[in-house]
């Protein structure tokens, strides 16, 4: 598959240099890449599913190498992890079904191997319901009832749907087309989510803004002019206090944008933030990615703004598409437990960050006879920070509004576990304690 | 304090927020030489210097202050009903007893300053009104005398019966009234221009005066042709006459207050509540904006897109005044040149921080009294504080006054009028000079000395200092304590559009201290690391709240809630008995265009096509007010307080402020 190859390559490249920009663009992006390589992989006979959750995984790591800040990245790579085992899941529940239906006198024949002898008639259709369990977001009662059985559970899944599967050879054939086109269409679904998912947020804005509101902003998000702009076109009038976001300047870009749709705008410094707090009424940001325990990481600046917010008792609201942005953020290695991993975030504004270039602050020769005064005794008198992004805790934010609706920061672990399936948690751990 | 830090090297009574009971300051860095030096003439009492900054010594000078001096010092900025009308009675009651001359009465005032109206121009009449107010103390008791008319016109009814044989006189009276009542707003809406200084009205109250003193005679030329013309030499008296009246009357309307208010106590609290500083100048009110834009030398455009939320501030277009002004630089006469060159750099921005633009107009005003000599006919203490008032205007309008200027502006008007009378015109002026000169030593660069003693006995070794802007007092804290050879490293935050941090770190890599550079941005990314905060400030308001560059509570906040304690360092100087709650009430607006643009961002132009949209406002804001939570410590010239202290010192020290 030189084609694939070369596509894996280019998109690469691009995250390596930070071509892309945003969430959305990065995640469509990497759908798209991950589509072609599933519908290019060509399928063994045997678990076709593993041989495509291989392939996707082994892509999905050099992209998150490429840019690890990027969390976009490793999240549709995951998502689409979980869309091929459920879909394989779905697939081998049928045909166990089937399988069970027809064939209930004729199972001492299939089971070949010794360690199926011993077992029960429907074990193959109870294994497939426990998997479809552990896909599914796990209960109450299921973490109550103990959890491990399900975590070794999902191991054996697919061998014990294929060892299903390896008997029934004239399904084969079409079972592998059938899996493969029902992977595709759900990456299909989830592209087309992505595509939507601003606008899925942006209904909601009239929700939440009334007349008369002052919106404080910073930075500029797509997500964020959309849900304005939405609530704009819905005749309500109110003003919004963009903060400039130096030294990237985005909130002139997003100003631009409002002005233009014909929003009162009022660009502001960021250092005036706090002055303005006290006579805004809600804060409105994008994120770049939303941690499972509902901390958010934003573009800088978004702590101060989200203080000042807190302070002034100001709703801070992240709208974040919940496709591209919740991430699943595995913060110490001892966490074990793959089911609900705690996935506090360690120290996130240093180990999921991004030092961007001086120049951005300093021009280059502005400081550059200072920035080796020091270089006699090995350290430099000047260092610059420009950092990229934000932790912003999840005590400071009010609320979330995705595309799904709004939740509080404290369900976000919950939405986590709709949408991954805690099998690829473990793995994608694995690879990077690998690399 | 000396002694004291010997034996307690970190002084006992401030560790607010934080105490590292382990570092203790080296013993050369306690005793060296500038305290010692500085803090003997900080004030005159003895007692302040050597206590610590919990105890503070009653102010000495209060009592023999009120018993001096009780009314001249107050130019009656707030109106006081109660002692006006009492004043106007007794003015009335003076009247009636005292004279048995009814063309010496103040009602027969009017007719008669028309018959000079008749005989010489209506200027020299003024001229000679303001020749006969000799006394400083008379001169400001002379606005209060426009209060006077209020009561006497309710009580001119009941004269009437016994003004029978002048009608004339009492309806050129009515209109005097009228006059003044009308006349009255004028002044009240120009008192909140010179926001800090209570003083400043007081020339204008006057002018005003004039004004409808003019009027009344014009009223009264056309209307008492028919009264024959008496000497002028009468009419002459009976104004001196008139003005001694008035004179006595305050001071009789106030030793009536005091004894019926039992004691100086209330009187004292009465001056007290006469200190509190005049409303501003409201820039959404449009008639005081107009009245004040047809008096003002620098011709402002205003800004045509206006925050909505900041009409009440002046909004104007930059940079279109200053080649307009450089032009008129040699018609303005009355301007002195060295105040017009320290506008004009106000103006352009060439000074700024609060010590810089206090020293520079406090050197102007040296050189204006330097220069100066009394106008015949006038006397020094009346005229010259007439005009550095109009100075002052023409200093706000370059740009507004910062609070730490309002307090000069305060203390030199209040020099000039306590200076002795009998002291020649040469000798006062020396005397003002000395003053100035002792304010800007004492209260600028001793203070900054000694805040720099304290506040580098909390530099330690292995520090991680943050520091905001470029505040010059913590830059001296930053070298000092880098000159006594502390290992400790700078955090310098900076913002846009001015980046006055960029100069702070040059000046401070230059001196080899090691530095980290960002933006304000990522203050919550540095902040980990950071131990101590240390920030300037503007002014320090009497509620704590510090009113600083714009970003101070920004940095302030994330650093609260990083338990990082948060230093300001400020001169007492600059502390204000008003109070603020938010930084909207009261700011400044700088150029709102140096938000849209980027220099040196190729890349960043995004508004240089919208900029002109109706929708898009720019909002470039110059202050903000910092909540006393934030705020651990407040490092002063009167030692390490917590922000709750603040109105304490600004209550017992504002007296030794005023006379030093």
Known sequence: MPDVQALVNEFLNKLKKRKIEGSQATAKQTAELLRSVISQQRVPRTNQAGALIDAVRAIGEQLIVANPIELAVGNIVRRVLHIIREEDLSLTTAAVAEL?????????????????DDRPVLSAAAVAAAARNTLRPPSLQMLLEGAPDFVAVPRSSSSGGDSEGKSKSMDR????????????????ELIQDITTCHELIAEQAVEHIHQNEVILTLGSSKTVLEFLCAAKEKKRSFRVFVAEGAPRYQGHLLAKELVARGLQTTLITDSAVFAMIS???????????????GGVIAPVGMNMVALAA???????????????????YIGASTCRGPMLCPLYPHNP?????????PSELLDFGEFSDCLDFGSGDGSPLLHVVNPTFDYVPPKAVSLFITDTGGHNPSYMYRLIADYYSADDLVVQRRHAAGN | MDARRGSLPVPR???????????QPAPTRSQSGPPDSSSPPLSDSPASNSLSPVMIPPPRHHSDNLAAAPRPTSPLPVPEPSPFRRRGADNNNALLVGSYNPAETLLAMSPSSSHVGDGESEETMSGGWFRRSNSGKLASSLPSGTFDFSPVQSTAEALKPNKVQNPVGISVLNNTILAEVSARPAPKEQQPEAPSSSKQPKPKLTKAERRALQESQRAAKAAAKAVAAPEEVATIKSVKQHQTQKKDAPQVAVSVAASERKGGDKSQEKERRKDAPAPRMQFDDKSRVEK????????QTEAKKRVELFRHLPQYEHGTQLADLESKFLQLDPMHPAIYKVGLQYLAGDISGGNARCIAMLQAFQQVVKDYSTPPEKTLPRDLTAKISSYVSFFTQCRPLSMSMGNAIRFLKNRIAKLSPSLSESESKSSICTDIDRFINEKIVLADRVIVQHASSKVKDGDVLLVYGSSCVVEMVLLHSHELGKQFRVIVVDSRPKLEGKALLRRLVAKGVHCTYTHINAVSYVMHEVTKVFLGASSVLSNGTVYSRVGTA??????HAFRVPVIICCEAYKFHERVQLDSICSNELGDPDAIGKVPGRMDVNYLNDVSNSGNLQLLNLMYDATPADYVSMIVTDYGMIPPTSVPVIVREYRRDHLLI
Not at chain 1, 279 to 293: E, L, T
Not at chain 1, 315 to 322: D, I, K, N, R
Request: proline letters at 2%.
């Open chain 2, 292 to 299: 004040a834009k047809r008096r003002s030398v620098v011709d």
């Open chain 1, 349 to 357: 504004e240093v180990l999921l960050n991004e030092l961007r270039s």
């Open chain 1, 310 to 328: 807190q302070k002034h008792a100001v709703p801070f609201v992240v709208l974040a598409g919940s496709h591209k942005v919740i991430l699943v």
């Open chain 1, 173 to 188: 054939n079409s079972r592998t087309r059938k899996l493969k086109h029902d992977i595709i269409e759900a990456v299909n």
């Open chain 2, 554 to 559: 920004c940095v302030a906040m994330v650093a």
């Open chain 1, 279 to 293: 006579r805004v009424n809600m804060v409105i940001v994008g994120s770049h990615a939303v941690m499972a325990n």
């Open chain 2, 13 to 23: 009574v401030r560790q607010v927020g934080f105490f590292t009971p382990n570092a």
């Open chain 1, 100 to 116: 069970n239906l027809s064939t209930v006198s004729d199972d001492d024949d299939d089971g070949g191997g010794g360690d199926q």
